[in-house]
């Protein structure tokens, strides 16, 4: 099993060009998240999908946008991006919480360290 | 919202020496969850606390969940070169979400042999 896969590893943009960033995960699970990780801030939820079909918010959105094509798949996508969206992004799956039974361990991609000049 | 506080943000310590990281969260937690991320790396799980005043042991680290569920600290025993790297703490808060977690700035590790 390949766990959680990320493509691409590295990726460098102009400001104002748009990409996406594509998250697969082989393990079954309902949950699916975006983070974003700088220094000195520890990681920080973008978006996430509790199951599949369904997408919210998480502490820092803006500027982003997420689909969940189907329950491997989870992408993120940049419309027009900024230098203050260079970061290394990780994807993560988890079993699904249930509503106020705290969490289940996250599994995490291996990131994609992007650039915006 | 929620927010999860880990100190220090960095310790230097000489292979040997133990190492502590502690974490506080604003809001009382469902459980809690430590990950470890070497450098170049992804975070991996180490452990979860769920119960109130929970102590478990892996090897030379030992993980707490304070009293209130408000707080948690990871201690490594004698460290090694091999502890390298950032540990974070993650909490969940029970009435607010389908299992999102709130990390933690994290704590960078450096062991100088």
């Known amino acids: 099993n390949a766990g959680v896969t990320q493509t691409p590893k590295f990726q460098v943009l102009k400001t104002g060009q748009s990409m996406t960033l594509q998250c697969a995960q082989d393990?079954?699970?309902?949950?699916m998240y975006w983070y974003r990780q700088d220094p000195g801030m520890g990681l920080r939820l973008i978006y996430y999908?509790?199951?599949?079909?369904t997408t919210d918010k998480g502490e820092v959105p803006n500027g982003y946008n997420v689909s969940r094509l189907n329950k491997r798949e989870f992408s993120l996508r940049l419309e027009s991006a900024a230098p203050s969206q260079t970061s290394v992004y990780f994807c993560?799956?988890?079993?699904?919480?249930?509503w106020g039974q705290g969490a289940y361990e996250q599994y995490f991609g291996p990131g994609t360290r992007l650039t915006v000049t | 919202g929620q927010q999860v506080m880990q100190i220090p943000q960095y310790q230097h310590v000489q292979e040997g020496e133990d190492f502590t990281t502690y974490c506080n969260s604003s809001?009382?937690?469902?459980?809690i969850q430590w990950y470890k991320q070497r450098p170049g790396g992804h975070p991996v799980f180490l452990i979860q606390l769920v119960k109130s005043g929970e102590v478990k042991k892996q090897k030379r680290l030992t993980f707490q969940f304070g009293e209130a569920k408000k707080n948690s600290s990871l201690h490594i025993t004698a460290t090694q070169t091999t502890d390298v790297g950032t540990y974070f703490c993650?909490?969940?808060?029970?009435?607010?979400?389908?299992?999102?977690?709130?990390f933690g700035q994290g704590t960078i590790l450096t062991v100088h042999p």
């Open positions: 993560a799956s988890s079993e699904e919480g249930r």
């Open positions: 809001t009382t937690l469902s459980n």
């Open positions: 993650a909490g969940a808060a029970g009435g607010t979400s389908y299992g999102k977690l709130t």
């Open positions: 393990m079954n699970h309902n949950s």
């Open positions: 999908s509790a199951s599949e079909g």
